[in-house]
């Protein structure tokens, strides 16, 4: 008798289990149809393309760099009240246009006696005014269009309320960074 009745509760559970899959089936391929539909668009325009930015230091556009380095004796042995510049190039190699967004890291940033800014032009004759940059990208200049190249004027001020007690001192390495960002008219 206890091997007849061995027999009928193998077989609740294998029908249990036969249910839990069949109802696992079901939840799963019936929700397909939420996320499926299509509706027709008219007169619109998809276009796809690259965006691929480039930059150098000076005048001269690069087009393959995505990192430069500026010469350290541009901004060494700085006096209080001074401002120094230097022209670096972004190139747009890509197909789509873009705009430049810049800022510094934010260490460099929160420095009270160094400020930056970045203005569209080489640095002897900027065509647009100056942006003051902190650890936020802001935009700088018009959309880069496509298979071109612009010039910017990066310009860090020292600060004259600098304390005697920092004469001599080196600030640290800054860096700036630029973002590329697709232009949408």
């Known amino acids: 008798m206890r091997a007849h009745k061995a027999a009928r509760s193998a077989l609740p559970l294998a029908v249990l289990i036969a249910s839990l899959a069949l109802v696992a089936g079901l939840s799963v391929g019936g929700s397909y149809a939420l996320w499926n539909g299509d509706a027709p668009i008219s007169g619109t325009q998809i276009r796809s393309g690259t965006l691929t930015a480039t930059v150098a230091v000076g005048d001269t556009g690069s087009p393959t760099a ?29 197909t789509t246009p873009f705009a430049v967004a810049a800022f510094v890291d934010a260490a460099s940033a929160a420095n009270p006696y160094v400020s930056w800014a970045l203005a569209p032009g080489a640095c002897a004759a900027p065509a647009g005014a100056a942006v003051p940059l902190g650890s936020t990208p802001q935009n700088v200049g018009g959309p880069l269009t496509a298979s071109t190249f612009a010039s910017f004027c990066l310009t860090v001020d020292l600060n004259p309320d600098v304390p005697a007690a920092a004469a001599g001192t080196t600030i640290a390495d800054f860096t700036l960074l630029l973002d590329a960002n697709q232009y949408r008219p």
Do not use: H, K
Request: glycine share 14%; net charge negative.
């Open 66 to 94: 995505t990192s430069a380095a500026f010469d350290p004796a541009a901004f060494d042995g700085m006096l209080p009240g001074e401002t120094r510049s230097a022209t670096l190039t972004v190139g747009n190699v890509g």
